[in-house]
């Protein structure tokens, strides 16, 4: 997991960030998928809202995003929510996303899980 600056990524013509010029993504090298992380909450939350940013078609072959799930974890682990997105490929730029997970019956997300998928038809692709 890295914190990346838009003006570093392909000249600043890969993703729109909307609040800062700052993402989260990850890198490995050599590529593998599907790859996952957790990330704990010191205090559980009631709710979680992501946004995958913006991704720009900056040139003629388009623009490709890996599938991804965020998956809310209470405090035993246990799956509470999810969301995420297919694979995205297009060749005109592509909005940004929110995804909310909210906690129900009251219950609280300590946790939440997002894996990625860069892979199509057995290919790196995304």
Do not use: H
């Not at 704990?40 to 072959?61: D, E, H, M, N, Y």
């Amino acid at each position: 997991m890295v914190i990346k600056v838009n003006s570093g990524e392909c000249r600043g013509q890969a993703v729109l960030p909307t609040s800062s010029e700052n993402f989260l993504t990850q890198e490995a090298s050599p590529m593998v998928a599907p790859v996952s992380y957790t990330l704990g909450f010191p205090k559980p939350v009631r709710q979680v809202w992501l946004l995958r940013c913006a991704l720009l078609a900056a040139t003629g072959s388009g623009v490709t995003g890996p599938a991804w799930t965020a998956t809310a974890l209470d405090a035993a682990g246990k799956v509470i929510a999810s969301g995420g997105e297919n694979l995205l490929r297009s060749y005109s730029s592509i909005p940004a996303k929110w995804v909310r997970l909210v906690a129900p019956d009251g219950r609280s997300i300590a946790a939440v899980r997002i894996q990625s998928d860069c892979w199509l038809d057995g290919q790196l692709f995304a």
